[in-house]
């Protein structure tokens, strides 16, 4: 469940994550935590897949909140 890439993540880099394909969701899902890597790919899929679809939308709600919390600029 890729995410759009905004022009400031490309050009700050974001592609050179690419070449760790699913360690990054992997990695994301364990907190950073490298001990915690075999408990993550041990899960059963639909769990995890339920996991990044609340991510996702807890990120997307958070996204909007502060959009609509910012004072608007003229």
Same mark, same amino acid.
């Given at each position: 469940?890729?995410?759009?890439? !905004?022009? &400031?993540?490309?050009?700050?880099? =974001?592609? %050179?994550?690419?070449?760790?394909? /699913? =360690?990054? !969701?992997?990695? %994301?899902? %364990?907190?950073?935590? =490298? !001990?915690?890597? @075999? &408990? *993550? +790919?041990?899960?059963?899929?639909?769990? *995890?897949?339920?996991? +990044? +679809? &609340? @991510?996702? !939308?807890? %990120?997307? /709600?958070?996204?909007?909140?502060?959009? &609509?919390?910012? #004072?608007?600029? #003229?």
């Amino acid at each position: 469940m890729a995410s759009v890439v !905004t022009s &400031l993540e490309k050009r700050a880099g =974001i592609h %050179a994550f690419e070449k760790f394909r /699913y =360690i990054n !969701t992997v990695n %994301a899902l %364990a907190g950073g935590d =490298i !001990t915690k890597w @075999n &408990l *993550i +790919l041990a899960m059963p899929y639909e769990r *995890i897949l339920t996991k +990044l +679809l &609340l @991510n996702k !939308t807890e %990120a997307e /709600y958070q996204k909007r909140y502060s959009e &609509l919390a910012s #004072p608007l600029t #003229p």
